[in-house]
């Protein structure tokens, strides 16, 4: 499979870095990669990385490109990059977080490339498709938004609880890490509790997946709120759900929950005590704390999950991209 990153940023590094180190990507290569900061800098921030730390390959720069270990890989610097600027592949994984035109998401299609990924929620996509969620819907779609790493949480398990029991509602407040939309020091940004600095305080603040939830599972997002915190770490966001089902559960709520998770292709658990940096790395879109359940009789759950919002969020990236690929 071959495929272009627009936009080297967290989401961008965190995929090539999975492409690189993990055996089961070998068959995949990078034909391209476009971002508009300096080449220099694009590869220190790759070879050393405060989350996942330093990559186990050697990285440098080499003319136009990026070498990492034996890869050459080709580096571009198109702000507004147009079908020519980019190579043919088979994907464009559009990972920018800045497209403001449905002409700006058609650019890897004009390029050459059967279909277009986005890294994030998008009002100019075909259709918003999240793994264990709606994937049946993705149909020929070329023009795919891959929704959000809340919605990527959120979805499956919903889901997979649905089928499994029923669900008359459901609250769920995201607690995430903070991100490069809020500020390090108080700054001026459009949500006035978000322009507080981000690794002083947790932060009340908005989230996408609620709107994204009506998109994927709309009876589902129907009967669920959805609320959001941002907290002072660095990664990993966690799900704390309360959630009404419409009928009891028998005799284990724990034994529900484990039926859902083996039902799931992208949902794990946990039974340790662990806290969030434990969970640093984990492919799944969402992992349990079995230890968190609660009932209230035996219609009421509430439960834990934790998520990588970055390594978990790109492996969804790279299994849609397959997915997608293999349509054709």
Known sequence: MRIVINGFGRIGRTILRQILTLPCHADIKVVAINDIAPLETCAYLFKYDSTFGPLPYEVAVEGAALRIGARLIPFSHHSMPQGTDLPAADLVLECTGKLDSRAMAERGLAAGARAVLISGPSKYADNTV????????????????????????IGPLLRALDNAIGIAQAHITTIHCYTSSQPMVDAPRGDLARSRAGAESIVPTTTSAAGELLKILPELGARTSVAAVRVPSLSVSAIDATVQLSKPFGASALNLLEQVIDSSDVLGGITDPCVSRDLRGRPESLVIALPETQTIADTQLRLFGWYDNEWGFSARMLDMARMMVART
Not at 130 to 153: F, H, K, P
């Open 130 to 153: 999240v793994l264990g969620a709606n994937e049946e819907t993705l149909g020929d779609a070329r023009i795919v938004s891959n929704a959000s790493c809340t919605t990527n949480a």
